[in-house]
């Protein structure tokens, strides 16, 4: 089956996370450094095919569509990647039923490859039988040979890239067969109710809606009733980073957005995000991102004048 694909680079982080088609994904940078990605789509009716690629290390949020199952392999992977709190290797497949909610860190270099099959498409009734019962449900499958012959999939269907017709081939028949093997393969760890996933989703929650806040962490760990050791080793355990550092991150990648929107002063960025010191916050964006604060809605507003100009 060929069908139409797209092969994009990327400075802007969110814009990325945007391109795995309905999985409302939201990423945040966690170490310094310019940020380089590139994503390669292909969202045919039937089967869709992403890869993508990125310069800096992500935790990445997201939630499978709720028509939709689907596998993830790494075709490269530099560090420890994890995954709803639990390792995740090449050797693995990770299984997104309909509406799995995941989060993950994902390295530098590290290159994911994600297979979708619409179940809205007409599949097979022992697929769809078996994918609405991980509605829900993101699963680690531990099969090297499986994760072998996906990454074998993934790596034809790359080769097969026209960048003239914008298209790329990607086997239904092989796909279906990879799915339902993995729909019912025995190894498997159900991730979504591991309790540090768990502890550090609600804490990332209250951090999210105390940006503006000075909440300690002792103070995040009482919110979602828990220790602050149990606090530090759950977002160790997910992010590998500490909740203090990870609120700062949280703080940070908000005004970073607000300056890319290209409308918020570097003032109201960093207000609007609890960064109250001025001086301080232009020193910790450009560690992070690898420029000032005022280069990146600068360049903002230039992109929007010159959309405004290319409209007329």
């Known amino acids: ?56 290390r992500l935790s990445q949020q997201g939630a499978g569509p ?64 078996l994918s609405s019962q991980q509605a829900g449900r993101v699963r680690r499958v531990a099969d090297p040979e499986l994760s072998k012959r996906f990454r074998a999939a993934a790596a034809n269907a790359l080769r097969s890239w026209d960048a003239d017709s914008q298209s790329i081939s990607v086997p239904r028949s092989v796909v279906h067969a990879l799915m339902l093997e993995l729909l019912t393969a025995p190894s498997a760890i159900d991730g979504s109710s591991h309790s540090s996933i768990q502890i550090y989703r609600a804490a990332r929650d209250a951090m999210a809606n105390a940006l503006t806040k000075s909440p300690s962490m002792s103070e995040i760990a009482a919110r979602v009733g828990t220790s602050r050791r149990t606090l530090e080793h759950a977002f160790d355990t997910c992010v590998g980073v500490s909740p203090a550092r990870f609120h700062k991150l949280l703080r940070l990648n908000s005004a970073r957005r607000l300056l890319e929107n290209g409308q918020h002063s570097v003032h109201h960025a960093a207000t609007s995000s609890g960064l109250h010191h001025l001086g301080r916050f ?25 959309t405004a100009v290319a409209g007329t």
Not at 3 to 20: M, S, V
Not at 80 to 106: K, Q, R
């Open 66 to 129: 709720s028509d939709v199952i689907s596998a993830v392999v790494l075709l490269s992977a530099l560090g420890p990647t994890v995954t709803n709190g639990s390792a995740f290797t090449m050797d693995d497949v990770l299984l997104v039923g309909p509406g799995g909610a995941y989060e993950a860190v994902i390295n530098a270099g590290d290159e994911p490859a994600v297979f979708s099959i619409s179940l809205d498409a007409a599949v097979a009734l022992p697929l769809r039988r």
């Open 1 to 56: 089956m060929r069908a139409a694909a797209t092969f994009q680079r990327y400075r802007n982080i969110d814009d990325q996370a945007e391109q795995l088609t309905g999985f409302d994904q939201a990423y945040q940078q966690l170490d310094r450094g310019t940020y380089a990605g590139a994503f390669l789509a292909c969202d045919s009716d039937e089967v869709g095919f992403f890869v993508e690629g990125t310069n800096r």
């Open 282 to 306: 232009s020193g910790d964006y450009r560690d992070l991102f690898g420029e000032l604060p005022s280069d990146t809605a600068r360049r903002a507003r230039v992109l929007i004048t010159d």
